[in-house]
């Protein structure tokens, strides 16, 4: 049985009808056709599906989207402003941090609530930030390095 489901999402409030064991990642990628998010393991393993729920970064394959209720959203997509990128994505395409690009996303938005909570971090606190962001293409120093570059670093 489906159950009323009111989230913002990017600025933009949705009222849905969805299962109450649809995932918050589910409801994005399926309901919503945002497909930034990956599913990478559904296990709450890799990060690739890294979402903000009310300003916190999130697993979205680990949050039921009726526990949420209520709740504004952010994906990949609501970064920027326009055609204008987010600091971030510029860097990433800068500094050659996408490879695959399948944990690009995910990563991306555990950055970025590092970069709104420690405006200029060190290495360490970069680091510490992606750790529940698997990669397995880059190695890692050249996303560090985005980061970095982000924050004027
Ligand atoms: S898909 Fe959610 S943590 Fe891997
Ligand atoms: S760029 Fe391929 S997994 Fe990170």
């Given at each position: 049985?489906?159950?009323?489901?009111?989230?913002?999402?990017?600025?933009?409030?949705?009222?849905?009808?969805?299962?109450?064991?649809?995932?918050?990642?589910?409801?994005?990628?399926?309901?919503l056709?945002?497909?930034?998010?990956?599913?990478?393991?559904?296990?709450?393993?890799?990060?690739?599906?890294?979402?903000?729920?009310?300003?916190?970064?999130?697993?979205?394959?680990?949050?039921?989207?009726l526990?949420?209720?209520?709740?504004?959203?952010?994906?990949?997509?609501?970064?920027?402003?326009?055609?204008?990128?987010?600091?971030?994505?510029?860097?990433?395409i800068?500094?050659?941090?996408v490879?695959?690009?399948?944990?690009?996303?995910?990563?991306?938005?555990?950055a970025?609530?590092?970069?709104?909570?420690?405006?200029?971090?060190?290495?360490?606190?970069?680091?510490?930030?992606?750790?529940?962001?698997?990669?397995?293409?880059?190695?890692y120093?050249?996303?560090?390095?985005?980061?970095?570059?982000?924050s004027?670093?």
């Open positions: 049985m489906k159950k009323a489901l009111v989230l913002t999402v990017n600025g933009e409030r949705h009222e849905l009808l969805v299962p109450a064991d649809a995932t918050l990642l589910r409801v994005l990628r399926e309901e056709g945002l497909r930034g998010a990956k599913r990478g393991c559904d296990t709450s393993a890799c990060g690739c599906c890294t979402v903000h729920v009310d300003g916190r970064s999130v697993y979205a394959c680990a949050v039921y989207a526990s949420i209720d209520g709740s504004e959203v952010t994906t990949i997509e609501g970064l920027g402003e326009g055609e204008r990128l987010d600091p971030l994505q510029e860097a990433f800068q500094a050659g941090a490879q695959c690009g399948f944990c690009t996303c995910g990563m991306i938005m555990s970025r609530q590092l970069l709104d909570e420690v405006p200029r971090p060190d290495e360490e606190q970069i680091r510490h930030a992606i750790a529940g962001n698997l990669c397995r293409c880059t190695g120093a050249k996303i560090v390095d985005a980061i970095k570059m982000a004027g670093s």
